[in-house]
């Protein structure tokens, strides 16, 4: 079944930009090869982290958005657990989340849709007979 994953991991701030670059082609030919397909890179550049990490205060954040299997996930968990300049990573199912908004949504939409505008004369009476408070 597949289902759509945002995977973030955060590499070493002195990591060289080819080392990066190489360790990302490498983890978007593994998605190809696992059968998943890769929606988005996003390289978010160096921030600080809110606490240390491996001796580093600062990362470069990483961000993959992605649609495949749980065994996809696992295998790229793998690898990153064994990538030396890999400080930290997460992974996160959003097509359930999606769902919920897209529900919640529809739902806003309806009840926009089913509650009747008021009428342009009502409104002016009614400003017209409020007293003025001063």
């Known amino acids: 079944m597949q289902r759509i994953y945002e995977l973030m991991f955060i590499v070493r701030p002195d990591m060289a930009e080819e080392d990066l ?5 490498t983890l978007e030919s593994q ?3 696992a059968g998943g397909t890769l929606k988005s890179v ?5 921030r600080r982290l809110a606490y240390m990490v491996r001796g580093f205060h ?4 990483v961000l993959f958005t992605m649609e495949g299997s749980g065994e ?3 295998e790229l968990e793998r690898r990153l657990r064994v990538a ?3 400080i930290k990573f997460i992974t996160v199912r959003i097509d359930e989340e999606q769902k ?5 949504k529809a739902l806003r939409d ?4 089913a509650k009747p505008a008021p009428a342009p004369e009502a409104a002016e009476a009614g400003s017209e007979a409020a007293p003025a408070t001063a």
């Open 31 to 33: 998605v190809g090869t």
């Open 84 to 86: 030396e300049p890999v």
């Open 42 to 46: 996003e390289r978010m550049g160096k």
């Open 58 to 61: 600062d990362g470069m954040y």
């Open 21 to 25: 670059d190489k360790l990302i082609s």
């Open 110 to 113: 309806a009840r926009v849709k």
């Open 100 to 104: 919920r908004l897209s529900k919640v």
């Open 72 to 74: 996809l996930v696992r």
